[in-house]
């Protein structure tokens, strides 16, 4: 075989090879992605069978109390008339439930961000100092247990308004998650990066910026979401004692007067915004994780 042949073979082999691995590629993606639709529908499906066993056993508790519980199918007119004008205004006590909704979150942001701006210096503090975690744990393991509605009182008296009271309590209760994950997150960093933050000399702020929010963000993040959760859970309690407007009150105003199908349906929209706001943070959680 002469030299030119023997290159012209070279090159047919290496352009059998490429299509060949070219197909595999194609193959591996087509898999992958199947293999994903196909999680992604038995993902759905579970969820609505878990919703269908749900919406049965709604339907025999309405049987069996005789019709006092609304049925799902009433529950859902309500639910649908009340998302169909959302942001009407009538009065103080006669708002759209978007308004309404509107109000509640407000308040929980603003409490919460409070609470989340002590909440994570402190945590850092008892996390990187001995001392530190010596004067503020038994604090946290005296106020954490307390429950929100017992701070009402407190903010009432400090702040003399209803509004700032709901606020306050949500700071108060709502703080503790984030700021007992970041104690954990910056308590749990490897000697090991300590060792190379003091070999390369770094500032406390370079060993704060390289080393330590770096490796404690994954659990102050955890923390975050946590508290998030409280924050949503205290709000209903707190717009109960204040009046005014928020979901809390609406609720509240929509048992004084006898429609359990809009005690229900803001129940559920309570629940959809709850879990939009745990979406939202365990995205936040996923993207600073540390992939292995």
């Known amino acids: 075989m002469t030299d030119t042949e023997t290159l012209t073979a070279d090159i047919e082999t290496k352009g059998v090879s490429k299509e060949s691995n070219g197909g595999e590629t194609t193959n ?36 069996y109390t005789e019709g006092d519980l609304p049925t799902p199918a009433a529950t859902f007119t309500v639910f649908f008339e009340m998302l169909s004008d ?8 006669d708002k759209g439930i978007g308004l309404q909704l509107g109000s509640s979150i407000g308040r929980v942001l603003l409490g919460f961000s409070i609470g989340s701006v002590i909440a994570i210096p402190i945590g850092i503090l008892m996390g990187a100092s001995n001392i530190g975690k010596q004067i503020f744990y038994p604090i946290v393991q005296l ?13 009432l008296v400090v702040f003399k308004d209803s509004d700032m009271a709901t ?42 910026r390289k080393i330590l929010i770096p490796y404690a963000l994954p659990h102050i993040i955890t923390g975050l979401r946590l508290s998030i959760g409280v924050a949503w859970l205290v709000i209903v309690a707190g717009e109960m004692l204040s009046g005014g407007a928020g979901i809390g009150f609406f609720v509240w105003d929509s ?38």
């Open 28 to 63: 591996y993606k087509r898999k992958a992605f199947f293999s994903n639709v196909l999680k992604y529908a038995k993902s759905i499906f579970f969820a609505c069978v878990g919703l269908f066993l749900c919406g049965g056993l709604w339907e025999w508790l309405s049987s």
């Open 86 to 93: 959302p942001f009407y205004d009538y009065g103080p006590n």
């Open 143 to 155: 106020l954490k247990p307390v429950s929100p509605l017992a701070w009402f009182p407190i903010g």
């Open 167 to 208: 606020i306050f309590i949500i700071f108060i209760t709502s703080l503790w998650s984030t700021l007992i994950n970041t104690a954990f997150g910056v308590g749990s960093i490897p000697q090991d990066h300590k060792n190379v933050a003091k070999a390369f000399g770094f500032s406390k702020m370079r060993y704060l």
């Open 255 to 292: 048992w004084n007067a006898l429609s359990l199908e809009r005690v229900i349906s803001a129940i559920l929209i309570i629940g959809i915004v709850g879990l939009l706001f745990d979406k939202l943070f365990t995205l936040i959680e996923n993207k600073v994780s540390y992939k292995a």
